[in-house]
């Protein structure tokens, strides 16, 4: 399905997403991507919000998924490149790609994600201009790549040179900041399966970013969500692709190492 057919077929917008989604099949009876104590994000959502993220065509991250595969082959740059230039096939040398994210460039020496991978391979290789970070761009090919590598387990690794940065993580992870005083941690594991006003608190696992809120009524990256919850506990936001961020997301993903990658999900 191309991004065209699917924007055509959701006449009506995001009411009529949710419209189709009360009536499609729920994922099947049984379905677990829990490892331990591990719990995805994906078992803290109500059965509505599950029931449009366990049908590809109900779930409206497919029109980011869309516009990224027509992306993936599309040439632009000086270089005369596309991204199947030199990666063919994404199915194929995409696989298990986005459950190793974050880790250590080779040439930088610095880690970074999966979202600045793709600009360094715009940049560097097709010389082409960056894309912006939540631009539909970024997002599209984001989770274009992500979805390959869907079903898989988590497998960041913090050896070598990434140990410096899992622990600058760790750091930020645990540490109170903000006007409120409070930390990830403080939600995500000391008060994961309560309630904060209307909001479920989930053990805070990344394996289904980029994620598509209801919230936000658009898909969005992990650090959009660590900013969010940064301005919630009235704390200073860093920008999105900070190495603080980046660093976090380190800590996050490992957190979330063994869970399935379920991007693009759907969250409330």
Known sequence: MTYKSAAAYVVGGLVALGMLASASAPMAEGYENMVGDKKSGYHYSTPATQSIQDDDFNNPSFLWVDQGEQLWSKVDGKAGKSCATCHDAAAKSMKGVGATYPKIDAKSGKLINIEQRINSCRKNNMQAKPWKWESNQLLGMTAFVKLQSRGMPVNVSIDGAA??????????????????????????????????????????????????????????????????????????????????????????????????????????
């Not at 900041?177 to 000391?190: P, T």
């Not at 909001?199 to 660590?226: A, C, E, I, M, V």
């Open 163 to 268: 140990k410096p940065y899992y622990e600058k993580g760790k750091n930020f992870y645990n540490q109170r900041r903000g006007m409120l005083d409070m930390s990830c941690s403080g939600c995500h594991v000391e008060n994961a399966g309560k309630m904060v006003r209307a909001d479920l608190l989930s053990n805070g696992f990344s394996n289904g970013f980029p994620t598509y809120r209801l919230k936000w009524q658009k898909l969005g990256s992990l650090h959009r969500r660590f900013r969010g919850c940064n301005k919630n506990i009235r704390a200073q936001p860093y920008k999105a692709g900070s190495d603080e961020y980046t660093a976090l997301e380190l800590f996050v993903t490992h957190r979330s190492n063994g869970l399935k990658v379920e991007s693009p999900s759907v969250r409330r």
